[in-house]
Structures are given as structure tokens and as C-alpha cells.
């Protein structure tokens, strides 16, 4: 090892020192300038994590905003070296910690997994898009996904009420999350269990709806064939339509 | 072109960059971080600027100064940005980023000593060699200096000429760092190896105290940081691409292209000069 043992202890005692925001004595030539240190690493944390996840900022307090920014910068050690990355290492770090017990906030984690699946969808890496050929939808058609999607699993309901609000009304709830192709732009959609179940098997393989039907009435213990199949290829040929669902 | 002036390309003002007509920076530079990996929306802007104009990426997670391994599958991802966008200079901070496995996206002082530059001097040839192209690392900011056993000058200098990198010259950090820790801006850069000049910096910076400049990138150019460049510039015995930083507190796009044509201009009639009386 060049770098020896205390040299490396200096470069380490420092680091931590700005990312835990302390006050540890150091061999520094102007004591008084590590509070600015510590300031413009923590408004970089702060104003990253504001910028992915403007919905929480606004809705929790202050100080528990402050406090989860703290927690965060001191216990985690960010590994992604793009910061516009690191606040997926926040949701993670937040999930795992059960910080929505610790701030009585039970729609924390599920409100903080929403925004980063905006952001994660948006910048979704670029692959070859399948062409679309046909653009009216039969109900025979073999259907693929658009490749820039997320489909979310909700207990609270989020995407369409105030966290407080969602907080009284735990449940299994769905979202679609797409990019649309030609704009870039991120748009959900409340999706029911049925839904998910035909986009999952459209995932696994381009498929036809008449070929997922029998799978859905077995799964969900439906008898009425010919209802369920107009119902769903009423779903199929909106998302055909909005190009989240293309024929192959 | 001799003369390249350039501007760092952000995505508060990237509509600038691709639809108005009146602003036309030589070249871009951008730091690569924050576009490896990027689909959408601002891959088509990346894309669509990148048609437009030369680039040059200026990193900030290398990391080249950290007690840490150097990021392997970073330099992978960084490697294949390069050859996709034809990029000309890769940059980077003699500064440290990451310690103690953890990120901290600012740029860190690395305490001048000894057994710190035969470090970086390793990490940077093994950089060198995966990338198969020069670093070109830049003197950095800073507030304090951190269980220094030498100048900054000496440090910069032996880093440089150990290595065989090549140097980003920030002279707006000269003038900052000049001011912070009360050394001759003009005798420090006069010291430094200037052969190994390949890329200017220009930026502004904010005065928070009588005794502290902070390097913010989010002022115009100083008349005294513009003088140190007019200085610097004669001392240089080629040109070299000069770039403008402006990260925050974006202006009217006609105040970034006076600055630019400042800068220009001066280059130009220092240069020009040159070229007239070498030839």
C-alpha cells in the first residue's frame, strides 16, 4: 500500500465528519471551514433527494424530513457514483430501517417507492422498441409491453389521495407506471389484480388474450367467460391505444 | 479551430444549447455521471446536443485522490460514454470523492504528501491505461488543506509531472484558493508545469466572508479572475480549449455569450500573436 495507514485514517475521519455533520478534531489548516464542507455535502444529499421526491418533501414536516436527511448521510454509505442514482439507495435505506414506524407515517415507504419509479421509468436505458404495425386492436392479436413500464404494488393508495388520506385505507392496490414512447413523459394507471395477472403473462411472452383467458378464470374463480373476455379486451385495446400494449 | 471556447452543458438552460441560434459555444462539456445509463427524454436532448457540438466530459466520481479501490465497473460504464460520444478530453479533479465505501459527491482536499501522490500517482496511470487515453485532472478548490506536509503547489506540480497526466488549470480555483489561503495567485500558476497545460477552466465564484471565497460556478466571471487568465494565457505556449462554467443561478443566455466572446477575445489576441511570431 502507498498511501499509508494515517493518511488514509485523515481521508476517512474527514469524510465521515462531513457526512455524519460532527465535530471531531482534524489537522486542518482553517478549522472553521469545515462547517462549509459539511453544509454544501449535505445541501447536495438534501437538494438531490428534494428534487426525486418533491410529493414527501411537502408532505412530511420539516423536521422529519431533516431527520430522515441525517439518518441517511450518516448511517448509509451511498455506493452509486451518479448522484441522480442515489436516491434509490434512500427509498431502499428508509424501507429497510422502518423509518415510517419510527415517524408514524405508514404511507412513507409506498409515497417514496411512487417518485422513484417516475424517475426510474423516465430514464429507463434506451433499447430497440418494437415496431408498431397495427395500431386498431383485435381481440386475437398477440400483444408484447412497452419495454419502459413498472407495474408498483401499493398498501396504500397513494397515486390518488394525500399520504394522510391513504394512510386510513391499507389494501392491494396497483399501478401501472409507462413512459410514453413518443414524448418521454410518465403517466400511471390504477390497474386491478386481473390486470396485472394479463401484463404479467404478456411480459413472460407475446400472447393473445384468448390465450390468457382460461389462466384468469382459473386464477380468480370466474365462470363467466365470454363477460371477462369483453371486459378485458376493453383494457387490452385502451392500452393498445395509449401504446403500452403493442401487436406484434 | 485554434480558439475553442466552451461551455458546460446543464440541463437548466439544454434548449439553449440545441435551438438557439445565437449561442454557439465551440464545444460542451459534461460530466458523464450524470448521463451513463440515461434512456428518455434526456437522451434524446444528450443525443441531440452531442449532433450538434464536440464534446468533453468532466468527471466527478473517479475519485482519483480516495483511500478507496478505484471503481472498476465505473470506469467500464465510463470507457464505452467516451467512445460513444467521440469525446475528445476527459477530465477529472485531483481531489478525493469517496471514503470509507461511501460516496459523497463534493469534491474532498487530499492532504499534500508524499505517500498520497506515489497513491495517485499509481491510480492514475492504471486509469491511463484502461482508457487508453490521457487524464487530464484539474486543480481543485478548497477551504482548508488537511494534514498538509507541503504546498499545494508542490503537490499539484509533483502529481502532474510524476504521473504524465495532463492539467485542467482552473484559474478561477488559483484566484479562489489565492484568496482563501493567502498565497500569490500569479507565482503559484507561474510554478506549476505548464507544458502539461491541455484544457482551462473559467468560472465565478461567491465572496461569504472576509476571508472566504466559496467556488460556486454560480456568478459571472470576476475582472481580477479574468486578469489571472489573460496572465495565464501568455504563459502558455499553445492554445488550449478554455471552457465557462455556470452550474447555478443561470443568466440571460446573451450575458453566458458576452462572457464567452470575453474569453475569446483574449485568447485570440494572445494567441494570435504568438502564432504570427512563431511562423
Redesign the interface.
Known amino acids: ?4 495507514a494515517d ?2 485514517k ?3 475521519q ?3 465528519v ?2 455524519k455533520q460532527n465535530i471531531v478534531k ?6 472553521e ?2 462547517v ?2 459539511q453544509r ?2 449535505r445541501n ?2 438534501n437538494n ?1 433527494l428534494i428534487t426525486a421526491f418533491p410529493i414527501t418533501n411537502e408532505w412530511l414536516t420539516v423536521d422529519d424530513w431533516q431527520y430522515l436527511v441525517s439518518e441517511f448521510m450518516a448511517k ?11 436516491p434509490r439507495e434512500f427509498v431502499e435505506f428508509v424501507t429497510e430501517n422502518i423509518y415510517a414506524a419510527t415517524l408514524n407515517k405508514p404511507a412513507l415507504n409506498d409515497l417514496l417507492w411512487l417518485e422513484w419509479y417516475e424517475i426510474e421509468v ?6 430497440e422498441e418494437p415496431p408498431i404495425m397495427k395500431t386498431i386492436y383485435q381481440l386475437n392479436d398477440s400483444l408484447i409491453m412497452n419495454p ?1 413500464h413498472r407495474i408498483i404494488n401499493l398498501t396504500y393508495p397513494v397515486h390518488k389521495m394525500h399520504a394522510d388520506e391513504a394512510a386510513a385505507e391499507p389494501g392491494d392496490y396497483y399501478v401501472l407506471t409507462y ?1 410514453v414512447m413518443d ?3 410518465v403517466r400511471f394507471i390504477e390497474i386491478s389484480p386481473v390486470h396485472v395477472f394479463i401484463l404479467q403473462n404478456i411480459i413472460e411472452g407475446p400472447q393473445s388474450l384468448p390465450e390468457i383467458v382460461p389462466g384468469v378464470l382459473s386464477q380468480f374463480n370466474f365462470d363467466n367467460e365470454e363477460a371477462i373476455q369483453k371486459y378485458l379486451a376493453f383494457f387490452c385495446s385502451d392500452l393498445v391505444d395509449k401504446k403500452i400494449l403493442i401487436i406484434t | 479551430m485554434r480558439y475553442q471556447v466552451g461551455m458546460g452543458f446543464r440541463r437548466d438552460f439544454a434548449d439553449e444549447f440545441i435551438d438557439n441560434e445565437a449561442f454557439k459555444p465551440d464545444f460542451i462539456e459534461l460530466a458523464p455521471e450524470n448521463w451513463i445509463g440515461m434512456g428518455g427524454y434526456w437522451k434524446k436532448k444528450l443525443d441531440a446536443v452531442a449532433g450538434r457540438y464536440p464534446v468533453t466530459c468532466h468527471g466527478l466520481s473517479l475519485s482519483i485522490g480516495s483511500p478507496d479501490d478505484l471503481d472498476w465497473t465505473f470506469l467500464k460504464q465510463l470507457k464505452e460514454f467516451l467512445k460513444r460520444y467521440n469525446v475528445s478530453i476527459y477530465s477529472e479533479h485531483l481531489s478525493f470523492a469517496k471514503a470509507d465505501n461511501a460516496h459523497l459527491y463534493d469534491l474532498l482536499p487530499i492532504p499534500f504528501r508524499d505517500d498520497a501522490i506515489k497513491h495517485i500517482v499509481k491510480r492514475i496511470k492504471m486509469v491511463q491505461d484502461y482508457l487508453e487515453r490521457p487524464l487530464v485532472l484539474e486543480n481543485v478548490s478548497y477551504y482548508t488543506s488537511v494534514a498538509a506536509q507541503m504546498t499545494e503547489q508542490e503537490f499539484v506540480s509533483r502529481v502532474v509531472e510524476e504521473s504524465g497526466c495532463q492539467l485542467l488549470l482552473d484559474v478561477n480555483n488559483v484566484y479562489v484558493n489565492a484568496f482563501n489561503h493567502g498565497y500569490n495567485a500569479e507565482e503559484f500558476i507561474s510554478q506549476l508545469p505548464l507544458d502539461k497545460v491541455a484544457y482551462i477552466h473559467m468560472a465565478g465564484h461567491d465572496k461569504v466572508s472576509d476571508d472566504l471565497i466559496i467556488d460556486t460556478h454560480g456568478q459571472a466571471i470576476i475582472d481580477p479572475v479574468y486578469t489571472l487568465f489573460e496572465y495565464t494565457v501568455k504563459l502558455l505556449n499553445k492554445p488550449v480549449p478554455v471552457l465557462l462554467e455556470r452550474d447555478f443561478n443561470i443568466p440571460e443566455t446573451q450575458e453566458l455569450i458576452g462572457e464567452m466572446e470575453r474569453l475569446k477575445g483574449i485568447v485570440k489576441k494572445i494567441w494570435e500573436v504568438e502564432h504570427v511570431i512563431e511562423s
Do not use: N
Request: aromatic share 10%; hydrophobic share 45%.
Open positions: 500500500m502507498l498511501l499509508k493518511t488514509r485523515i481521508q476517512e474527514f469524510g465521515a462531513c457526512r482534524l489537522q486542518l489548516s482553517r478549522p471551514a469545515l462549509h464542507y454544501l455535502i447536495i444529499f438531490t448509509h454509505a451511498a455506493q452509486t457514483p451518479a448522484v441522480w442514482q442515489m423516465h430514464t429507463m436505458r434506451d433499447v419502459y413512459r414524448s418521454g413523459d
